[in-house]
């Protein structure tokens, strides 16, 4: 597995992270027709919010990048972008994994929304999410909080509460 790093992100990150959205999506926006040059890049620009977002660097360069927005008792996890020549060894499933102990330690469930047919719906079920709902274009799903031992709590579980994610998160070996 390569060496990364989270970083915040900053408001002079949403160009290369929209354009790294324009890479990663088009092959399964094509697949349903909705591929179009301007708006995948402009959907970007407009839901991306630095405070909510982090860059995932790999050697000290921009690899990839990833969101976790406060909703409704719980955390959207967007935009999760990784660089092409960087999927498969174990970046994304690193990343994932420390921000879902994270949740686990304050008690949030995760929500995301993942393009039909695409291959990292199975990233998200190997880490615990389901399926909620669907439709013709998006595959929504969850993920509860983790108990103690690895459990995901019943109805009994405690109230979420916000979670700070402002600590450095990183992997090297």
Known sequence: MADWELRPASEEDVEPIAELRAVVLRADLERLGRY??????????DGFTAAHSRVIEVG?????????????GA???????????????????GVLRGLLEQCDRDG??????????????RLYERH??????EDPVDVFMVREPAGPAGDVPGPSA????????????RRSE
């Open 36 to 45: 179009d040059e301007q708006r995948v890049r402009q959907r970007l620009r």
């Open 60 to 72: 000290g360069a921009f690899a990839g990048c990833v969101a976790l927005r406060p909703s409704a």
């Open 75 to 93: 955390l959207w996890l967007e935009h999760f972008y990784l660089a092409p020549h960087l999927q498969g060894r174990g970046i994304g499933a």
């Open 108 to 121: 949030i469930p995760v929500r995301l929304n993942v393009l039909r047919g695409s291959p990292a719906r």
């Open 128 to 133: 615990g999410f389901t399926l909620d709902t």
């Open 158 to 169: 405690p109230a979420p509460r916000p979670a700070a994610h402002d600590g450095p998160l």
